[in-house]
């Protein structure tokens, strides 16, 4: 099963930008679905968005066309670049590998411990 180790999170004020990291061990990275999802205190474990083993991307509604889901499958590494962040997704940020990307959290088999992501108003 693969390991999944996530970075980069921080305090950023409104509309300021972070990239995400999630370095993947211990498994065939380039066969795996991988995700982002969030979870805000009190609220539900969201998606935030996927990239397939191919390429494609896919995004929540919340953060499409701010945030944006790639890969590096020589590095085994899923970056999430986020952009014109706002308050609202301030939340831990947690990777996830699948055999498929979904948006039900259910579907992923592995998961990282989490990166805290604090957005400033």
């Known amino acids: 099963q693969v390991q999944l180790v996530e970075s980069g999170g921080g305090l950023v004020q409104a509309g300021g930008s972070l990239r995400l990291s999630c370095d993947a061990s211990?498994?065939?990275?380039?066969?795996?679905?991988m995700a982002w999802f969030r979870q805000a205190p009190g609220k539900e474990r969201e998606f935030v968005g996927g990239?397939?083993?191919?390429?494609?991307?896919y995004y929540g509604e919340s953060v499409k066309d701010r945030f944006t889901i790639s890969r590096d499958n020589a590095k085994s590494t899923v970056y999430l670049q986020m952009n014109s962040l706002k308050p609202e997704d301030t939340a831990v940020y947690y990777c996830?590998?699948?055999?498929?990307?979904?948006?039900?959290?259910?579907?992923?088999?592995?998961w990282g411990q989490g990166t805290q992501v604090t957005v400033s108003s």
């Open positions: 211990g498994g065939t990275f380039q066969s795996y679905g």
């Open positions: 990239i397939t083993w191919s390429g494609v991307t």
């Open positions: 996830a590998a699948g055999q498929y990307v979904r948006r039900n959290q259910n579907d992923f088999g592995s």
